[in-house]
């Protein structure tokens, strides 16, 4: 048995006939083709599939696909224009906020997120932000300073 | 320095791919008619498989195939290599079992293969892989150290008796008995260091694929080092010539070591590619990556250091029995030998080292190289250890490390255990490390920590590793079954752009813009002018990957000479050109020019030359404009630096936090500084990991692995870790062009110590002399009260 669903995804609308079973980021990496979301777990911790529906981030391997039926997907394919990347994109490469690149959307995609419900986040507030985001190679060090960096280039 | 030169610190080349989504790992890929592979797995650590019925699955929707180990064996599909034979003190060989791709008789670890489902969705692959019936006997399994040296204990082979696989040595045994005759103290202590998951972000993952047009075969692979899988699963496994199998590892997400390994789900996806002539993809999902990733260090260590009455060292005595897990992974026996002992001389002038190991087979997954390998745990030794000794001789901490240094005017220094080091300056990057850490503040840091109620602690570490291995002779008397050197192609295109081969191997470390850097730096060519190629066996002559914090020091060197024979062969173009003696051209920013004069010409126009030869020195001369080099190293190189780390505990909830931590690390020359400040970044991270919260459990009974997933296991977060001070002093490497040494493992082998050795001088007023790693609230706190109740009872 299949079931249709339809949402926007990075401003185009799609229409798909998947399992009932099937998860938002199947949905986006197998029949979209939208690889830049990454799955790092099976239990809904590390992050690195974190995109925003209806603007907010949520973890893309823990919802159905039939739940984000009739929504705003965003993913990190979705925030460049172009060859210019978003202020938070841009952070990210000036500070040396990524290494092996694989948690990276999902740190993108979340931060962005806690931008927008706070501007102006202290160290400590990004990195309890940060909770559900898990990275091996940085340390957190420099993606710490490129979201505080990328917050402020935000707000301006 | 030029602005894109070498010691620039150069913003990566590879970013703009990864942060817009368009990375292209593995699990990425996708193959026209590709199939999906779920490995049916073990859910005992022992036991006799009676039967393995498949018929169910193969009769479920969408499954194309399943493959049981009897499959393989009838297609002569041979085992999994190791790649390292340590031979023990007595001249034996080391037990080395057979490791089958998917086991037929009898289940060694829980997670071990047994088959694979095949079909045409990876849910159809997963639901059938249910309806496989194995019949099992269970056993009951030894799933530690202890239990299998126990008299009686389980046999986990039945050719390695008592469970050991080799007992190996090093050093002089009588001197150093001697020397504890002698001495005025001696320090000892008794310590483990725990197992470790590595945990890349990115689980691993393959796809095997078939051209039965050409009869050729591609593995697609989340590897650190594709050439390695391809000799050991071409050669070894399924015997296919090199020249038929391509082996590609294209972006990769994180490896920390547990990506060198060739694992048996590749030769499977493969072999079956073949055999059903459509492609077949695998990826891991976590709780496999858990239980079938190899794991990391699980050593148990008594230690001894002897000193005289003025707290010089005068001998080290080491007994360590190491986990090798059920098999030996591709470089498991050589971690706790040649990576290990061999670093146990540290940055000091100890005269006498001998060092006892017993490798020791065991119900658990293949143990293996994990960030350091090794030298984290003879790092962790012998700085706890030099602490005890600071202890017991009342000696300053800081005071008797800088008494047994190797002073700087003594390189090239030969340790007692086999290494030469070349350079190094510790007393330097300790003093540095000690000003940055602000070391002479600290108690009134404490008192003020003190007030808030909180017990605050300080640690050092000042410790050497070993990378960039190594000489090939050398590793191959020791039992590697490789060569451990390097290759670089350069190619100089017409128009002087260049591409660049490297054997090297980029899962993070950022070698798309380093590499750019030394092209930029010797041949004076853009940045955006070069492209490094990487991870391809169909493009890259031959590479052995990267481990060992290797890439640049035996990498980088291949390519540095790789450019010399460019720019030779250049200059002899240069010279016809302007009708000027070879000898007398010089080269420059990207520019020959005649000596005296101000005749010149550019690379570009060099290479053009080269490539439409009309006015040519042809009889001379090739055309084209295309070197290659190998490097074979002549040492190891060796890093070295201190750590301080200052850490807060809650007494009332055992609750440890890093409020600082300061590395100063001696990495040799540096090419990007951000990019080794974000190594060292990393590697921090995972030594607090491994000191506070990280820790593999398995159930002792059942052999059940208790931290199976991120829920159990332990990862540093954002919030557990602090920002570092991160610096570095520099002294060159005295045997490669470039001076460097190596930086990715450092902060995961520097960092562990000064973390426990702060914890416990935090709480050392309360009478606590050691704690465990992981130092958890839970070990904190009982530490805190078996120390009070022991001090009321007094
Ligand atoms: S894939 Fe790990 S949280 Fe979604
Ligand atoms: S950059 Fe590799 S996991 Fe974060």
Redesign the interface.
Known sequence: MTITVNMTVNGKDVSAEVEPRTLLVQLLRENLGLTGTHVGCDTSQCGACVVHVDGESVKSCTLLAAQCDGGQVTTIEGLADGDTLHPMQEAFREHHGLQCGFCTPGMVMSAIDLVNRNGAPSETEIREWLEGNICRCTGYHNIVKAIDAGAKSMGG | MTEFGIGAAV??K????????????T??INRPGQLYAWIVRSPHASADIRSVDTDAAKNAPGVVAVFTGADLAADGVGGVPCGWQVTDKHGEPMKEPPHPALVADRVRHVGDQIAVVIAESK?QARDAAELVEVDYAELSPATSIADALKDGAPQVWDEAPGNICYDWELGDQAAVEAAFGQAAHVASIDITNNRLIP?????RAAIGDYDPASGDYTLYTTSQNPHVIRLLMGAFVLSIPEHKLRVYAP????G?GSKIYHYAEEAIVTWAAGKLQRPVKWTA???ESFMSDAHGRDHVTHAELALDGDGKFLALRVHTDANMGAYLSTFAPSIPTYLYALLLAGTYTTPQIYCNVRAVFTNTVPVDAYRGAGRPEATYLLERLVDVAARVTGIDRVEIRRRNFIPKDAFPYQTPVVVQYDSGDYQATLDTALRHAEWDGFEFRRQEAAERGKLRGIGISTYLEACGIAPSAVVGSVGARAGLYESANVRVHPTGSVTVFTGSHS????HETTFSQLVADQLGVPLESVEIVHGDTAKVPFGMGTYGSRSLAVGGTALIKAMDKIIAKGKKIAAHLMEASEADIEFKDGAFTVSGTDKSTTLAEVALTAYVPHNYPIEELEPGLEEQAFYDPTNFTFPGGCHVCEVEVDPDTGVVEVVNFTAVDDVGRVINP??V??QV??????GIGQALLESCAYDQESGQLLTG???DYT?????N?P??HVSHEMTLCTHNPLGVKGVGEV?AIGSPPAVINAVVHALEPLGVTDIAMPATPQRVWQAIQAAQTQAAAE
């Open positions: 913003k990566r590879e970013d703009f791919r990864f942060l817009t989504g368009r990375g292209t790992y699990d990425d849910d945990n890349a972000i990115e689980p972006d990769v997400g994180g920390f999902e976590r709780s899962h993070g470390q950022g951000m990019i400040e974000g970044h990393g590697g921090v991270a995972q997933s991120y829920m990862m540093p977060r954002a919030d870790v920002s570092f902060g």
